[in-house]
């Protein structure tokens, strides 16, 4: 009888038979657990495993002290290997063999491909500083994919507070403690707002559809804009779009820390960081969810078709094309008292709402005055512009806004700038331009 809370190899064959069959069998274990490591899901397999197994605890203790043990003579290789790749490093005799540099070395006679390289000769150099961590490894208590995921924050007077945070935690978990912080960072203080890389591997065909999606994308704009606001909008189409031009254009599902007030979003299971400017351009035309799962909408629907059909349903930045995926913008900020009046509203796409929010897009006015739309350094939208002077306001707005400036501000001190922006040369000079002006 099955016993409860064990499992059972199923609809494979039994040790048994594996081992009288070892030496002919095509397709035996090695080339199932292949099939286990490449296949997408478990129901490709050959062998299945439900609740219920063989009863031999004795064996399966052994073997899990076994498995343990390896786990812990690896983490301490790693140790010893990435400690010798950097007294190798130094000592530089690994030119004597004529090759050309330290990495083609590594990737030669240690197998190692150049990340793996860089990040042992990083965790190693590190754990010099770090002789908690550097013991915990050596033991076996931590392995490498944590100490090296560690090391990315860890400083000698954050050690301690970090080996305790991660205690019990798997791989996987510190790697969402560490993702947004920085060297110096303690545990309990919040996460940055983070670049995010995707990558994927897909068939020629999936590849060429994928290029002419971004090509049509590209058409519909009228030119050439960035490989994320390509994607963003392909992402908004296949999450599709409300009916009714009254409604909000998507719905967002933002936690606010009250303590040091971090937000994230809900991103399919996730909770990702979001800094202040992806979080005022979706408050700006969003449905609230509240605890309840209840939608509420801050611009009256109403107001929302005006404005949607005075624009003629596409968006208000002269010269783009764009009828898909309009944002309710306001011109005035709602965090700077902005209202919900249609004079104060104006239908922007994806792309350049985006741009608005992280400073690259200035729109002053009304829609009843008229608006005045201009690039970050002050020349007329779509008229010649420097893109190195263009490019660097536009960050020192955004880092002004995440210094805790309020938009109207942060671009006020850009303004003040603007005509000094080639003389002052580097973003960090510009910075500390702006935060010197009394505005």
Known sequence: MPMAGHMRLQDG????????????????????????????????????????????????RVLHEEIRGLASARAAN??????????AHRDGGWRQLGVAT???????????????????????FALERLPATDLALARGELPFT????????????????????????????????????????LPEDPPRARRHRLSFEVSPEVYALVRDAQAKVRAQAGGSIEDEDVLRTMARAVLE?????????????????????????????????????????????????????????????????????RQHGKCGVP????????????LQFRSEGGTHDERNLLGLCTMHHAAVHRGALWIEGTWKTGLKFSHADGTVYGALVDPGAAAVLADVHRALVGLGFKDREARARVARIKTHVGALGSLEAALRAALAQVV
């Open 13 to 60: 064959p039994s040790t048994e038979r594996l081992g009288k069959r070892e030496g002919g069998l095509r397709k035996g274990p090695l080339e199932a657990i292949g099939r286990v490591l490449r296949g997408p899901k478990f129901g490709v397999y050959g062998w299945r495993m439900n609740e219920t197994v063989f009863t031999d605890v004795d064996g399966w």
């Open 78 to 87: 790693e140790r010893a290997m990435g400690r010798a790749l950097l007294r």
């Open 102 to 124: 330290f990495i083609e070395y590594a990737e030669r006679f240690a197998g190692l491909t150049p990340r793996q390289t860089e990040d042992r000769l990083r965790v190693a």
């Open 146 to 185: 944590a100490v090296r995921e560690l090391c990315r924050v860890m400083e000698p007077d954050t050690e301690a507070e970090w080996l305790t945070e991660v205690e019990g935690r798997t791989v996987g978990e510190i790697q969402q403690l560490v993702s947004g912080r920085e060297p110096g960072d």
């Open 241 to 309: 779009g409300p009916g009714d031009e009254g409604r909000s254009s998507y719905q967002i599902a933002v936690s606010l820390c009250s303590s040091c007030g971090t937000a994230s979003q809900d991103g399919s299971g996730e909770a990702v960081t979001i800094d202040e400017t992806a979080l005022e351009t979706a408050a700006c035309d969003a449905q609230h969810l509240d605890e309840k799962g209840h939608a509420t909408q801050d611009v009256p629907p109403a107001t929302r078709r005006l404005v949607m059909r």
């Open 319 to 330: 010269g783009c094309r764009l009828t898909t995926w309009i944002d309710v913008h306001h």
